[in-house]
């Protein structure tokens, strides 16, 4: 037996596209054949599936596509204190594939009948045992050894023949082919004859032109000029308040995120990857302690540039961030898990809409009342129709400044993400119960805490503009928040 592998994904390929694994068997053709796929977690005994294939019609491939099975495997990672860097296991899965087979037990035998003890005796490689029952079948059907063809019992066997209780005396012709196999129909099973060793599928979705043309090598930081797991644009404009958190397959080293600003002034954060893919923050608002002289943001800086950097002198692609510092309506922030894996965000600062929905269940219970004297009477506060599981969802209704073309296409990937938060800013507006007041007399609100919270993108429906069609670019979107505030009853 020989297997050959016509086809199979790179080795670190994105979970969400096609993951076809397809070999090809010298015994294809044989009774009852299949192909047996084993998925384990890579270098370990861990099986988290078995797939039974039929070979295809018209080549006897054994195909199989093991995206669905790795999707369940990867999710996401996401640190909002981290200011540093992380390994992100969850963002990838390492896998093994191990091929083999199955078909009937069934072995072949040509014009070797003969006597013994005046029973029938085939020549035949076979795994019989005396007792076993067994189905012969002629290559004629039967027509000149009438008795041999069927079900018989094995009265004994060896590794090279076996005797079944046929008498020798009912056979007419010796040169007759045939096959013998268990009764049962049980199986030849053979595991692991084809290996696929570590494989890894990531948290990722190219679309249907871009997966054609899709090449592992373009994120292997190794190289030069390679990318990050992101699709956010090289060139992105962020408020000094956004966070981004990127992603980029590890080159397992010590080496270096680095940052230059448009003063020309160079910084860089040291890690130490571990793990095949590593999320680091990046963001104005995120990009945590730096080793440089001086801040990387000040007032007359325009924009700053990072990479990754590793320790035998090899640059990534640069992600330019311009800062953006146009004056604010309101600001919310949003993050959002991209079709790489990352998490990037989008700042909404024109005019902003908060909204609060509440359901309730209302039912109207019997005023039992009370007797008094010979009549019956009732408090005034007594209730009729009552009111219970109260709860108040908010939503809000978000606007983004104007924005490049690139960015414009970038928000597709917000409006579509399954995992997406908006930054809620706590004020304060009172020290002690006393009201702030500012130095011009008016009130003062002082941010007191951030945090993030689950919402649900609302829009079922957008449109995707383009510069040569509408030269000045804004978004809107409506947001709900995941969890519900709970009322006392």
Known sequence: ???TTIASPQVFSPAYNPLKFIVDSTNKNNTGFKYIFDVYEAGTATKIAQYKVLPTYGDGYGEIDLSKLLQSQVSWDLNTLSTSWYNAPNSRYLYDVKV???????????ANLNNNGGNVRIVVTNTFTAGDQVIIEQADGGVANPQLEGL???????????????????????????????????KLITLNVTSFDDYIAYNGAFRWLDWSVYDQADYNLDYDQRQWLTNQPQQFSCTLGQDLYLNLRSPKGHDKIMFINSLGDVFYKAINNADEISQVPVGPNNYGI????????TNTVDWYDVYYFTATGVGSLKYRINLDRRTTISEYHMLF??????????????????RGEI????????VAGYIQGA?????????????????VSKSFDLNTNWMEESAGQYF???????QTFVKIVQYNTTEGGIPIIGEDGCPVHIAESTAYQPCIVQNNTYEVYQQRNKNLIKQSITIKLSNQDNING
């Open 359 to 366: 359901t309730r269940e209302i039912f109207n219970r019997d």
């Open 412 to 418: 597709e990937e917000l409006l579509t993400s399954p």
């Open 1 to 3: 037996m020989s297997q």
């Open 152 to 186: 018989h019992t094995v009265l004994s066997a060896t590794g090279s023949t076996l005797t079944v209780n046929v008498a020798w005396s009912t056979v007419t012709s010796v040169g007759i082919d045939g096959s013998v196999h268990y009764a049962d129909n049980r």
């Open 337 to 354: 898990l991209d079709r790489m894996g990352s998490y990037s965000s989008f700042a909404f600062q024109l005019k902003s809409y908060e």
């Open 375 to 391: 009549s019956w009477n009732y408090h005034t506060e007594d209730m009729g129709f009552m009111q219970s599981n109260v709860n």
């Open 290 to 297: 730096l080793v440089g002289t001086g801040d990387l943001i």
């Open 100 to 110: 083999g087979e199955e078909q009937l037990a069934e072995y072949l035998y040509t």
